[in-house]
């Protein structure tokens, strides 16, 4: 009888890797998101529609903060790219196309509320080479083609962005106190000490 190194199967189980056929024992009628046919296979439907999300109040002003408190563009239009995937708005390529206006559109939402900005972590250690690293290599590569393009413009430069996306982050209202300002908390009466 053959016995296995307990500890190599741990290690193996705690690794957080998909377990080989894992992906054959889920339920074909119940398919992931990402699974199927995407949304979304035109480029400019898929910025028109990711645009149109985050100039979502609910969406644009906890982006600005994460921006704001150093989160760098890069690791933001990642994120967007790979949760558009996840939740099967697009494939892997046209994630991977989408970066750059991402990017730029994430600076200009910085710019309009006059946040400075990192385009990526310059810190970053060597890694062994997996699919997550040889995709933030992908995701460096761009972010170094976004530094080059932005040279001594040092915003968005023209023509980045569609016309109609540059138009519509120009009408967004931003609030005028500080985004990083502690929102104020209205004082709350009980029904009883209201009299009624």
Same mark, same amino acid.
């Given at each position: 009888?053959?016995?296995?190194? %307990?500890? =190599?199967?741990?290690?193996?189980?705690?690794?957080?890797?998909?377990?080989?056929? !894992?992906?054959?024992?889920? &339920?074909?009628?119940?398919?992931?998101?990402?699974?199927? !046919?995407?949304?979304?296979?035109?480029?400019?439907?898929?910025?028109?529609? #990711? #645009?149109?999300?985050?100039?979502?109040?609910?969406?644009?002003?906890?982006?600005?903060?994460?921006? =704001?408190?150093?989160?760098?563009?890069?690791?933001?239009?990642?994120?967007?790219?790979?949760?558009?995937?996840?939740?099967?708005?697009? &494939?892997?390529?046209?994630?991977?196309?989408?970066?750059?206006?991402?990017?730029?559109?994430?600076?200009?939402?910085?710019?309009?509320?006059?946040?400075?900005?990192?385009?990526?972590? /310059?810190?970053? /250690?060597?890694?062994?080479? #997996?699919?997550?690293?040889?995709?933030?290599?992908?995701? &460096? &590569?761009? =972010?170094?083609?976004?530094? %080059?393009?932005?040279?001594?413009?040092?915003?968005?430069? /023209?023509?980045?962005?569609?016309?109609?996306?540059?138009?519509?982050?120009?009408?967004?209202?931003?609030? !005028?106190?500080?985004?990083? =300002?502690?929102?104020?908390?209205?004082?709350?009466?009980?029904?009883?000490?209201?009299? %009624?």
């Amino acid at each position: 009888m053959e016995t296995y190194n %307990q500890e =190599a199967v741990e290690a193996f189980a705690k690794t957080g890797r998909p377990i080989p056929g !894992q992906s054959l024992t889920s &339920n074909p009628d119940e398919p992931r998101p990402f699974e199927g !046919q995407p949304e979304f296979t035109n480029f400019k439907k898929a910025l028109d529609y #990711t #645009t149109a999300e985050l100039l979502l109040e609910e969406n644009y002003t906890p982006i600005v903060l994460a921006i =704001a408190d150093g989160v760098p563009i890069t690791d933001l239009a990642m994120q967007i790219g790979y949760v558009g995937f996840r939740e099967g708005k697009w &494939n892997p390529d046209l994630m991977l196309i989408l970066m750059e206006p991402l990017m730029y559109l994430l600076m200009a939402l910085a710019e309009k509320a006059d946040i400075e900005y990192r385009i990526d972590d /310059e810190d970053d /250690e060597e890694d062994e080479e #997996t699919e997550e690293t040889i995709l933030e290599e992908k995701a &460096n &590569n761009i =972010a170094e083609t976004v530094k %080059q393009k932005i040279g001594k413009v040092g915003g968005v430069p /023209e023509g980045a962005l569609p016309k109609d996306i540059v138009e519509k982050i120009k009408t967004i209202e931003m609030s !005028q106190e500080s985004l990083l =300002a502690k929102p104020e908390t209205k004082e709350s009466t009980s029904l009883l000490e209201r009299g %009624q």
